[in-house]
């Protein structure tokens, strides 16, 4: 039978671990199971009350919640590594549900559930149960796949180790970026019946600070791909009975002042959370119309590549269309066209679709201001123009991020905004097998897939695990009965792509260039 770890990591936690691990004991799973607590430098009796109901205890002196998980699942045995916090309780069946679902689905590489925070004071209850589960809502619809829980996590060991494991650069969140990691190895999985429960102390007791350093957390990770913060403060219960009341016995007499403020303080977190969320997110048209997916249930797929031309790789890429008969969507960097002009001009000789991708791929482009954005826009269009003959009616933004300001330049320029719904991250070091097999696993109707022959304005970046991947995705995704077209043709539209007469620098960026054009919905 599949063999399970149970790794938990707990500092000064005596008075809440035994009910974790009287529940990890009471497991209604039939084969083997190993649970690890790792103490991490506590000063109570943690480790003894482990050691007390026959645990295995590990001593990581290291003070840091993501040092404590490595520690753990580096000396963990089992087929899969699962994790929760010492302050949790998982249900009886918690462990023979994980299993279940990596059997039922071989795809699967890392299964979930819910967290059911308990005992709420009025500041938790309102983020637990008003705000939280809006936020959970739309991180479910994510199709790259949902962002796992560290108190309710479990991934296969193999399939880890080959992911790189947990990233010491990561406290706060670190199951958020490992969940991202791992899904170009296979399906990530939250099951929204499979809930365990954990103590409310942190939304209790730091509201208005654990709000704000996720939040942040969370949009620096989207935007730069690292952590804004290092960890977050430590919450232990306190002893106080006054702590202690629960929304179901408070009197609710505290006075309106105090009700203004908590209500002021959640709606502003509510905006900056959702604010971040549509910034971040390639699927929102709160900003203006964007398109990520097309609405279709015919079995095409749009192949996209950014951050071209880039020399040898973006021919390859050529290459591999040209001999399988596709058409694809490019969006270039004006630099990177200038660098490589006849490589720019075989993509629009070859009759694929050209698209934006600014001049300079600057980190923050959306968050820059207007003029910025315009002067980078037309720069990008104006080499893009002069070396294929065509004027782009497509914009990718670097990231996918996009701000309300800078919607509104591309609607003033009538430029169409392109994002993805399916993204191996073929920027990470990842292998062509790897990203080949998270590309079909993803792959649905009106999909568009993001993949890139560059890497920003870096010179000869090297690409060859997305060419090597081309092939297979092609192949794979045919044989399941998908159809390659260009963006123009997924949305339904075909723009005229003009070959214009040379103008001069005034002329070539008046916003009359390209004409205007609709397109459906």
């Known amino acids: 039978m599949t063999s399970v770890s149970i790794v938990v990591p707990a500092r000064n936690e005596e008075d809440l671990l035994p009910s974790c691990l009287e529940a990890l004991l009471a497991q209604d799973y039939d084969g083997p199971i190993q649970i690890i607590l790792v103490d991490n430098g506590s000063t109570d009796r943690t480790a003894e009350r482990a050691a007390a109901l026959g645990v295995t205890v590990v001593n990581e002196s290291r003070h840091g919640y993501v040092i404590a998980l490595a520690r753990g699942f580096s000396i963990a045995t089992g087929d899969i ?115 365990v429960s954990t103590s409310c102390r942190r939304w209790n007791q730091s509201f208005v600070r654990s709000v704000f350093l996720y939040a942040s957390n969370f949009v620096w990770l989207q935007i730069a791909g690292r952590p804004l913060w290092r960890g977050f403060p430590e919450i232990r219960e306190v002893v106080a009975a006054e702590s202690k009341v629960s929304l179901g016995t408070l009197p609710w007499s505290f006075s309106l002042k105090s009700a203004r403020t908590v209500t002021a303080v959640a709606l502003f977190s509510s905006l900056i959370l959702l604010g971040g969320y549509d910034t971040l997110t390639p699927w929102s048209n709160a900003f203006g119309k964007t398109y990520w997916e097309g609405a279709t249930k015919e079995r095409v797929v749009a192949l ?87 004027y782009p009616h497509l914009f990718r933004p670097p990231q996918g991020i996009r701000s309300p300001w800078m919607m509104q330049v591309l609607a003033k320029d009538s430029l169409v905004t392109v994002t993805w719904d399916d993204a191996p991250g ?3 070091p990842y292998s062509s097998r790897q990203l080949a097999a998270s590309t079909i696993a993803h792959a649905h109707p009106g999909a568009i897939i993001l993949l890139h022959d560059g890497l920003n304005l870096a010179r000869h970046p090297d690409r060859s695990a997305t060419v090597e ?21 997924l949305l339904r539209y075909e723009p005229t792509l ?18 205007t054009f609709q397109l459906p919905g």
Do not use: M
């Open 81 to 195: 590594v699962a994790t929760t916090d010492a302050d949790t309780v998982p249900p009886r069946n918690w462990i023979s549900t994980l299993v279940r679902e990596y059997e039922k689905r071989p795809d699967v590489v890392a299964v979930g559930g819910e967290i059911f925070f308990r005992e709420p004071n009025w500041k938790g209850w309102l983020f637990t149960r008003c705000v939280l589960p809006h936020l959970n809502r739309w991180d479910r619809k994510n199709p790259a796949g949902p962002h796992l829980w560290g108190a309710n996590f479990s991934v296969g060991r193999d399939v880890l180790k080959h992911a790189g494991g947990w990233s010491p650069h990561f406290n706060l969140q670190c199951d958020t970026e490992l969940s991202e990691r791992l899904r170009p190895f296979g399906r990530v999985v939250l099951l929204d019946h499979l809930a």
């Open 304 to 390: 996209t590549f950014d951050d071209g031309p880039n020399g040898p790789f973006t021919d390859a890429v050529l290459d591999i269309l040209h001999r399988e008969g596709v058409k694809a969507t490019f969006f270039l960097i004006g630099k990177n066209a200038r660098l490589y002009p006849d490589v720019a001009a075989r993509i629009a000789r070859e009759g694929h679709v050209i698209g934006n991708h600014t001049d300079s791929h600057p980190a923050g482009f959306a968050l820059a201001t207007a003029r910025f954005q315009r002067a980078e826009i037309d720069r990008a269009e104006e080499s893009i123009h002069a070396v294929t003959g065509v």
């Open 426 to 428: 073929d920027w990470v």
């Open 469 to 489: 991947a081309l092939p297979t995705i092609i192949d794979r995704l045919r044989e399941e009965g998908y159809r390659f077209v260009t963006v123009p043709e």
């Open 498 to 515: 003009a070959r214009w007469p040379a103008l001069t620098p005034a002329a070539a960026v008046a916003p009359a260039r390209r004409g």
